[in-house]
């Protein structure tokens, strides 16, 4: 197949105009609803952090405390210290801040994807790449609530797409992209020491560059032109170092501090736990290698599917047997990478493994870019097709992004815990995977409790705070229930409890007062426990 030229234009095309109505659509919608999100595990320390930062450069680097915060000084904070500093200079809630901003950093990544799919494959593939993204439960479930993840991810796609870019301008480079290639760079690797798995991505595009431009004009010449290239993109080198100290300061205060990072991450630091994966409670370090290909296939819609996967083999067939320049078929190696080498990483050295595959997030933009180009060849494959062709081919298409879409609004507001029909959504999987294991329902279980005690005050104990047992993250959920409840792990004494529907915490007997479901599973109970006794929050005692 071919692909369309780079597009510097703005926005020249019907399908340009629709691809930003959609846009705005989505920045609305988020807008909206962004105060439905609850709280998760991180929340707490993630917003202490930020805080730190913020007294670190206002002490002029005096205040050294961030760089023995818990282990968060190894991540990048720039997420973090943004939305501290938001909500210091104005009269909102932090909390509402972290999710409006994640909300607003996700729309930029869906919008970067955009202008990326369009250098790729057109501008049909742009706004194919984009809406795959947005019905991507990995990426749009976590950009509200996730702040190491889905800011990476963002960044990551900004990196791939001055990388794009450049392979675009071949062998020089233009000044303004450099510039964004050092911006994107420090950014990504200030974001997550992860990024600099880019250096693998862009190996692969040149070795894939080198051999072919051999072949066509010799060594000599192939390599004094990617030279060139290496050494005009280096020139944005320390505008990246000092975008990376900026965002995450501990990462320069020693020049081994990021490989000190990488180090840490290739250990499983703390007490290992069980999760639930095909239908068995399995400590993390022990998860299997097809732990993230499985979660990938039965969590991902299945035209996101579908088209990523196509669009891999297409990249792949692309690269080799194209007739574009070499340039412009290392760009789909460029981006193949970047979708399959931390995939293939996993398998090969099966590290520890939890959490779904939140810590994937950032592979979705490359996977929704390949996705977006195999929709670009299909349509125009089937434009010089007879009409009714045509319209099965657009009915497809409709009805694959709706069915997502619906479910979505089914979910809402825990779209990440979406699971495919391959497994039978989440009905399917609640015995079998981990559903809601960020604890976003205690926000609305709270909710339900402070009506119940609303409603039952005159029979409640006076005098104190409401003792609450708690399965899930204590910081959340003493957020959610405000001044009045305090949280414990002690059974005994407890007024109510509050559980999360997960395989670990306990089904209390005693009558249920408030209850999360979607799709008829449970996300969260409320128990009152006056009087009773149980002997954990944890199932079997654990």
């Known amino acids: 197949m071919r692909t369309a030229a780079p597009n510097r234009s703005p926005v020249h095309t019907p399908i340009d105009t629709v691809a930003l109505l959609f846009l705005a659509a989505v920045g609305a919608v988020s807008v909206l609803t962004f105060k439905d999100y609850g709280l998760g595990w991180d929340d707490f320390t993630h917003s202490q952090y930020g805080n730190l930062l913020l007294k670190y450069y206002g002490s002029d680097f005096t205040d050294q405390r961030v760089f023995s915060f818990v282990n968060l000084y190894y991540y990048g904070g720039g997420f973090d210290m943004l939305a501290a500093g938001i909500a210091k200079l104005l009269p909102v809630d932090v909390f509402n801040v972290r999710r409006l901003l994640g909300a607003l950093f996700g729309i930029a990544g869906l919008a970067i994807v955009w202008r990326t799919g369009r250098r790729?494959?057109?501008?049909?593939?742009?706004?194919?790449?984009?809406?795959?993204?947005?019905?991507?439960?990995?990426?749009?479930?976590?950009?509200?609530?996730?702040?190491?993840?889905?800011?990476?991810?963002?960044?990551?796609a900004a990196l791939l797409y001055c990388l794009v870019r450049a392979f675009d301008e071949y062998p020089s480079p233009s000044p303004r992209t450099v510039a964004w290639f050092g911006l994107c760079l420090g950014l990504t690797i200030g974001?997550?020491?992860?990024?600099?798995?880019?250096?693998?991505?862009?190996?692969?595009?040149?070795?894939?560059?080198?051999?072919?431009?051999?072949?066509?004009?010799?060594?000599?010449?192939?390599?004094?032109?990617?030279?060139?290239?290496?050494?005009?993109?280096a020139l944005g080198l320390p505008l990246a170092y000092f975008v990376l100290g900026a965002v995450w300061p501990w990462a320069v205060v020693e020049p081994l501090n990021p490989v000190r990072a990488l180090e840490y991450y290739s250990h499983f630091w703390e007490v290992p736990w069980r999760e639930m994966f095909d239908g068995r409670p399995v400590?993390?370090?022990?998860?299997?290698r097809t732990y993230v290909p499985v979660l990938f296939a039965i969590q991902m819609p299945e035209l996101?599917?579908?088209f990523s996967v196509a669009g891999a083999?297409?990249?792949?067939?692309?690269?080799?047997?194209?007739?574009?320049?070499?340039?412009?078929?290392?760009?789909?190696v460029l981006v193949l990478a970047a979708a399959a080498v931390p995939i293939l990483i996993t398998v090969i050295?099966?590290?520890?493994?939890?959490?779904?595959?939140?810590?994937?997030?950032?592979v979705t933009p490359a996977?929704?870019?390949?996705?977006?180009?195999?929709?670009?060849?299909?349509?125009?494959?089937?434009?010089?097709?007879?009409?009714?062709?045509?319209?099965?081919?657009?009915a497809l298409l409709l009805v694959g992004f709706a069915l997502p879409v619906k479910e979505f609004a089914t979910l809402h507001p825990y779209q990440y815990t979406y699971y495919n029909h391959l497994v039978g959504g989440v009905r399917g999987a609640d015995a079998n995977f981990m559903l809601d294991y960020w604890g976003l329902a205690f926000k609305q279980a709270a909710a339900e409790l402070d009506e119940y005690v609303d409603a039952h005050r005159m029979s409640l104990p006076q005098g104190r705070k409401y003792r609450v047992a708690v399965c899930g993250p204590h910081n959340a959920a003493a957020e959610e229930?405000?001044?009045?409840f305090e949280t414990t792990y002690e059974t005994r004494g407890a007024d109510f409890a509050l559980m999360l529907g997960e395989f670990y915490c306990a089904d209390v007997q005693a009558p249920v007062i408030g209850k999360v479901e979607r799709e008829g599973v449970t996300y969260a109970k409320v128990y009152d426990v006056r009087g009773r006794h149980f002997p954990s929050v944890f199932a079997s005692g654990k």
């Open 120 to 156: 790729l494959s057109g501008p049909t593939g742009g706004f194919a790449a984009m809406a795959l993204l947005a019905i991507c439960p990995l990426y749009y479930g976590h950009m509200f609530m996730n702040a190491k993840d889905a800011p990476f991810a963002v960044a990551m």
């Open 191 to 233: 974001t997550r020491v992860l990024g600099v798995l880019a250096g693998v991505y862009c190996l692969a595009a040149a070795a894939f560059l080198l051999a072919t431009e051999t072949r066509r004009t010799g060594l000599r010449l192939a390599a004094g032109r990617l030279a060139r290239f290496a050494i005009l993109l």
């Open 283 to 288: 400590l993390v370090p022990d998860m299997p």
């Open 304 to 306: 996101f599917l579908t």
């Open 313 to 332: 083999a297409g990249a792949v067939v692309f690269a080799l047997f194209g007739q574009d320049a070499p340039a412009r078929r290392a760009r789909f």
């Open 349 to 362: 050295m099966r590290p520890v493994m939890y959490n779904g595959i939140r810590h994937f997030v950032f």
């Open 367 to 394: 996977l929704a870019l390949l996705g977006g180009a195999a929709v670009a060849w299909l349509v125009t494959r089937v434009s010089r097709a007879p009409l009714a062709a045509r319209g099965a081919v657009a």
């Open 481 to 484: 229930l405000g001044p009045r």
